[in-house]
């Protein structure tokens, strides 16, 4: 986490519960402030995101200091951590995502970005810090729309890389930070919709016909450790991955997973048409940013 937040929103918890299964980025387009535009696929965010850390380890080079890239999230791994399993194929392989954990917490652990930064002598780990991550001293704070705010540094290479891609990082930094702190604001309202509130109890009943007593997918989310305590990795991976193809299938039956998507469409246009120009810069930065990044990739 590269941006530190002042105040945590309490509904960011409910929010999370939809990141997988609605936040799929897409060729949808809307006509936003008189301009139609698109969001990117899951394809060209991961493209952004490898091209970002390209240009961080190009500006730690420049200041004389080594870097390693950091491994951004493939396709398949932004999948994990959705509100519902609905995708049969991915569950059979990947059951809840527990590979992908395993494999970021052996980056937290032992990627070169983590080990040679903490092996500097204490004066020299500030100084790359600071060329990395930049001065939070002298910080841009982006009020949330749901309340609390969110300051980022001005300065370090996340943000001169981010400035390359993105254009004018200030700018950028709002916009997104707007339009990505909206979910606080519909999410509740998503969970107490009747359709969502039908099709969980849908679920349920066809989990329970399969011997999989659960009330909804975020039960399984609470008790996901717990139903796998005392079992070596093989073994955890093995009844997960049976446990998310029963959801994956049951989603499919009672249509759960693309009732959440409708859903989400539904409440977040809504909220977003409150936004209107925020929303058009922030798509439009995001393509430019694609832009850019392909032609980095073409030199």
């Known amino acids: 986490m590269r941006e530190k937040s002042a105040v945590l929103v309490s509904a960011a918890f409910i929010a999370c519960l939809l990141v997988g299964c609605m936040a799929e980025s897409g060729n949808s387009k809307d006509d936003v402030a008189g301009k139609q535009v698109r969001d990117l696929t899951v394809a060209e965010e991961v493209e952004v995101d490898r091209a970002e850390e390209k240009l961080v380890e190009q500006c730690m080079e420049r200041q004389g200091h080594r870097y390693w890239p950091v491994p951004v999230a493939g396709i398949a791994e932004r999948k994990a951590g959705a509100y519902v399993v609905d995708d049969v194929d991915w569950a059979r392989e990947y059951g809840y995502g527990r590979s992908f954990d395993i494999a970021a917490e052996e980056v937290r652990r032992s990627h070169p970005s983590v080990t040679y930064p903490n092996s500097l002598p204490e004066q020299e780990r500030i100084r790359y810090s600071r060329a990395l991550d930049g001065d939070f001293g002298d910080a841009i704070s982006v009020d949330l729309p749901a309340g609390g705010t969110v300051r980022t540094p001005r300065g370090g290479c996340y943000v001169e890389a981010r400035e390359r891609l993105y254009g004018d ?131």
């Open 169 to 299: 990082y200030p700018t950028w930094i709002r916009v997104k930070k707007t339009v990505t702190g909206l979910t606080p604001l519909y999410v509740p309202r998503i969970l107490r919709d009747e359709r969502l509130v039908t099709a969980v109890k849908a679920w349920s009943r066809c989990m329970n016909e399969s011997g999989h007593s659960f009330k909804s997918p975020d039960e399984i989310r609470q008790k996901r450790d717990s139903l796998v305590e005392g079992m070596n990795a093989s073994q955890a991976q093995s009844a997960e991955v049976k446990l998310a193809v029963a959801e994956a299938e049951c989603a499919r039956r009672t249509s759960l997973g693309k009732t959440a998507r409708s859903l989400e469409d539904e409440y977040r246009d809504k909220t977003l048409r409150e936004y209107p120009e925020e929303f058009a810069t922030y798509r439009q930065m995001r393509m430019s940013a694609l832009s850019r990044a392909g032609n980095l990739e073409s030199r």
